[in-house]
């Protein structure tokens, strides 16, 4: 395994750096995973990068919920104000972006929003629920930042990698939303976040229940991307 | 007690209409608080007003964080949405307007968030917050009622009364605000949502829990409007 | 399909009854499943039990949880008393008896406190948990029902049926546990218990979205079958 | 204020003395309230003492949801189990004992259920619970300590004083029972408990967000002293 260090996101700072590392072996198959290199290449069938998106779109409706569970966690004004802002940002611009791309794809918001969750996905959205629910603004944010970082990471990956084809690739435009400015200082942002929560909530005494919470939560999202391998839209819970 | 109705505000209309008239003394004496009296003829002691407007600051605080919690408990994007949009104007319409008008009243935001609740204030906002996270978005949402389309109320009744002064009256741009056309549409929408909700969480069925929140919190209101009449900054809990 | 009828759980009665009837085919899938065929005849591979056991074992770690949140979410004593009562029976009654019946599998706990989770254990009591804060105690004991209730289903079904073999089944202790006269009350207070709650909580106008959790509740624990199925200790998650 | 240090229970070690030590003026009006002193030499009317014991039992039905949603919270099965004893022990034991109590004072339980909160009762209550959802099992327990340790305290200082009349004293039995040895227990667990939560969970980092916490729950509980120097039965919100 050769280190991924990006000269654009300090993957290796601080909280999200030790959490990162020390979940090495997983964090990498995360970010490498086979449905990745053929989205990079245009082998990825279509069908399966409809399932993704569709089952994404139900991801995006729990996401969101997530985030306005950490403003009622917040136990500052600037914490409270940070998940407003992302939760407008995610119904306002990401989810209407979703579905403008869906629409591309043959699937209607309709469509999506009456289709079954697929466990993958369902398993994650309300792994980090509870998580936040439980614990405290740091547990949620550190069940959250596998999904908001890696996303920048896998892009720039995708980026980086010469066998990624862009020309004539039907997802260009998925790897260019994440590797692009806008999402890349959401995920910047993120990691700043989890340094300043976890320096103000005592992340070095709690870290080895956080680090069991990012590695299930790495784990999770490494399976959601085994959605977009199955092109099957039959029920999936 | 002559009932009051408004020709704008539909106060007798379906579940908000029918809690308001099953707690008819309590509600009555809610929107008819001596404080209020005071305000509308311009007698209040300014150290009392300030208070209040100190208080009511911390108090959105807590108000912003039941919204929140509305979003997390949203079983639909439009009810999501919905809260995330309230969540917005309160954090950044409503309480920087708030700080415009408590500066020129001598009251840094600073200030403000360093000072202690009173325990009027802090009653409330955490039965609010309890009874949604205990109960579903019906409960939360009647417990918030009495707050969001009581002011209001308030404000249309002080301008219908001959008693009030407005001319020269310190106090007349918070009278205003609350009587003007942005917030009575606020009003207005939470009287629709709560309609909405009470239908398809089955309000009739609940309906004794349902009265017995909203009388609390009809009565945690009327309590607060007396943090208006002390004017000391004498910790308050 | 044949429907079954119960001559000792009251199995289509009131609003379990409904729910059963309007998940007819996902019920009878979950309720019919192999695992439990092969389980009942004694050609389940003793592998795919102990993973069954274990992963059952972290279940019930947060279905124990599940309770405590009942408890918080109770509006009357009675229903506190009973979420204690059931959460106390969970941890001081049924977890140490699975214990025991574990270690007779060669499983210690600190070995199954250790393990991960697979994903269809961690989905189902992670959506029941995120479930039951979103909503009310009824949504709560609307998505605990399937496991509570079924499982007394299950296990008088596989008496009833002549396929089954006691007789020097391995598993003869699992079956006659859950048809057991004290399970048998369990079940059947669980039945009860929802009635109550539907009644007091408006069930009926809230019924397609209890209808919508009871579903996935349904299917997740179908699912949960599969888990005994594989016999693989390797990472689930 | 001469420093009072008891040989019984360790008031000055670890988390918990440091926020007692600094807090100590609002800890000491709480442990020294007047209400005490007259509880004390027999002088306070029994009317006091009667609303008193009516509002402690309102208040012990919200306090016993708070350790079923400690429960909730809990990352280990010991918390967990924890917690449900606690529960267990609060609903079948001190519950049924205040009963018994109130009995002899002529309040029944179905008289004091039906009544009104106090805000001074619903302020505390909820605030614990608004703060141990928002936070996690840490911030929960900080909530709670200046109940739980801070009756035992009481009672021992009561136990220690020379004003102190026990003979023919009608509140006699409410000082035995907190100074006795059963319930001193109970403040040594409560203490033993905050400490080891606080190392696993970073309390150090985390200390002014704990000590502004444990500082209101204190004043709220002074608070709470002053409905027993109210006779009034009137309705409180």
Not at 162 to 169: H, M, R, S
Not at 171 to 187: D, L, N
Not at 199 to 222: C, H, I, P, W
Request: hydrophobic fraction near 40%; aromatic fraction near 10%; include cysteine.
């Amino acid at each position: 395994m050769i280190p991924y260090t990006s000269p654009c996101l300090a993957l290796e700072d601080g909280l999200f750096g030790r959490l990162r590392k020390d979940t090495a072996e997983d964090w990498e198959a995360y970010v490498t995973h086979p449905f990745l290199r053929r989205l990079a290449n245009g082998t990825l069938p279509q069908a399966g990068f409809r399932n993704y998106l569709l089952q994404d779109y139900l991801y995006l409706v729990h996401f969101s919920r997530a985030y306005a569970l950490a403003g009622y966690k917040s136990q500052t004004l600037e914490d409270l104000r940070a998940a407003s802002r992302t939760l407008t940002g995610l119904l306002e611009v990401e989810m209407p972006l979703h579905v403008k791309l869906c629409a591309e794809w043959g699937l209607s918001e309709q469509q999506m929003l009456a289709h079954d969750e697929d466990i993958r996905s369902l398993a994650y959205t309300r792994f980090v629920l509870d998580t936040g629910l439980a614990g405290d603004l740091l547990d949620l944010t550190v069940a959250l930042a596998p999904c908001v970082i890696g996303y920048g990471e896998v892009a720039l990956r995708l980026l980086d990698d010469p066998d990624t084809q862009l020309e004539g690739n039907p997802y260009r435009e998925w790897i260019e939303t994440y590797a692009g400015a806008e999402y890349q200082a959401v995920a910047a942002g993120a990691i700043r976040q989890l340094e300043l929560l976890g320096q103000r909530l005592g992340a070095d005494a709690r870290y080895s229940m956080l680090l069991k919470t990012f590695r299930t939560a790495v784990n999770l999202e490494q399976g959601f991307w085994g959605i977009g391998e199955t092109s099957s839209d039959a029920k999936a819970l």
